[in-house]
């Protein structure tokens, strides 16, 4: 929650809504672009972010973001985001 | 904890340790009074205990453990707020998972789910929102917890929701801010810190600017840091630095992902959507002028608070530290984790007591979980 992690954006999904496609080490989801960009959001696509709770706060480059999973994943913070963005997305498949 | 080797550049870490023993006596060190220095965040708490950062440096230096984790943080009555929503009929209640065992007065958000209430855990806002979408028939509230980092985040959604009009959506807004509890720590007569070591994705957000008062009023320095052990060491370097020559400063070692303005964008949203309380409760530390936000009038229609009639301080005594309890002392740094009496006992991470023992951020837990139990350390 504290720490952000680093996704490499995929595809824009809904340039209205600001929302990206993002890949997580394989794990993919949707994030906010708000923070990071106005205006056209295709540029973006094939970038690094540094993501909290779905949201993209900074433009980073591989290289920081290598390191950054690095560290992370020493850590064991970087497993514990994947599993909860899996476990978020499972629950909202759930039938209520 | 990690050998040098083991580093991801062990020259460099080899190098930034004989830097900060060289610099150590000159900074005013001593073995009898081992300079403090705090880091204040959580993340750098817990890659402090993972690398044994603390064993590694000079005796002549310490490490205080600061209130930068926020569910250590988080007053017990606000968990009982939590919970009093969650069991209201219609409600699905949706959290950060690091909130699931925060202990309130009487149980957790775990045990209440146990209990049967409808308690869901979630990445991000975003997916507590399309909850909502996909359940228009229930009202769904979201946990709002954390500090700058993730306030955007729920301005962000909370905004979203308005534009949409989903009425059903509202956020229990819990959310606290980085600066004033140092201030609070620095007019703390009993406190004595030599320097700071500033979080790194909080100082993402809000820029360096906000430290200012820190090297202003109090004369000491801050230096933001990343939170990779090779940033952490680097930044102490720059700390004892300015202290060996008198300087107190507000710098930044992490320029290659904090600008020094933050993040305009997100302090935009932040500034839309949040106005500041009046003060906010601290676990361990108290009441706080100014340290929380609150959900301006604007978006009353999404503040659980006004929904719910759950106003902050609502008429409701604080709730009371478990007795012996010592994780305010822990987080002023007046005392390490095993001083407690509490300590590896009957407070642990499976069972935490204590705030500090909940989250692998808190002070107490990283201590436990790297630094060994009470008998190794007296031994």
Known sequence: MCLGIPGRIAA????????????????????????????????????????HVGFAMSV????????????????????????????????????? | MKYIDEFRDPALAKNLFRRIESLVGPAGGTKEKPLQIMEICGGHTHAIFRYGLDKLVPAELEFVHGPGCPVCVLPMSRVDDCIEIAARDNVIFCTFGDAMRVPGTRKSLMQAKAEG????????????LELARRNPDRDVVFFGLGFETTMPATAVTIRKAAADGQTNFSVFCNHILVPPPLRALLSDPQMRLD????????????????????????????????????????????????LAEGRAEIENQYARVVPANGNPHAMAAIEAVYEPRSSFDWRGLGEIDRSG??????????????????GYG???????????????????????????????????????????????EGACAAYYQYGGTRREEAA
């Open chain 1, 12 to 51: 824009i999904r809904d340039a209205e809504r600001r929302i990206a496609s993002v890949d997580f080490s394989g794990v993919r989801r949707d994030v906010d672009l708000t923070c990071v960009a106005e205006g056209a959001l295709d540029d973006l696509v094939g970038t690094w972010v540094l993501v």
């Open chain 1, 60 to 96: 980073i480059d591989e290289a920081e973001a290598q390191r950054t999973l690095e560290a992370l994943a020493e850590l064991g913070e970087a497993e514990e985001e994947y599993a909860a963005m899996r476990e978020s997305a499972a629950m909202l498949e759930e039938r209520p």
């Open chain 2, 117 to 128: 209430c409808d308690i869901r855990m979630v990445y991000s806002p975003l997916d507590a």
């Open chain 2, 195 to 242: 320097g700071f070591v500033g979080p790194g994705h909080v100082s993402m957000i809000i820029g360096t600017e906000p430290y200012r008062f820190i090297a202003e009023e109090f004369g000491k320095p801050l230096v933001v840091a990343g939170f990779e052990p090779l940033d952490l060491l680097q930044a102490i370097v720059m700390v004892l630095q300015q």
């Open chain 2, 293 to 310: 936000v609150k959900i301006r009038g604007e978006y009353a229609a999404y503040d659980a608070e006004v929904k719910f009639g759950v």
């Open chain 2, 314 to 360: 609502a008429g409701k005594a604080a709730g009371r530290e478990p007795e012996g309890c010592r994780c305010g002392d822990v987080v002023k740094g007046l005392i390490k984790p095993p001083a407690c009496p509490k300590f590896g006992g009957e407070c642990v991470p499976e069972r935490p007591l204590g705030a500090l023992m909940v989250s692998s």
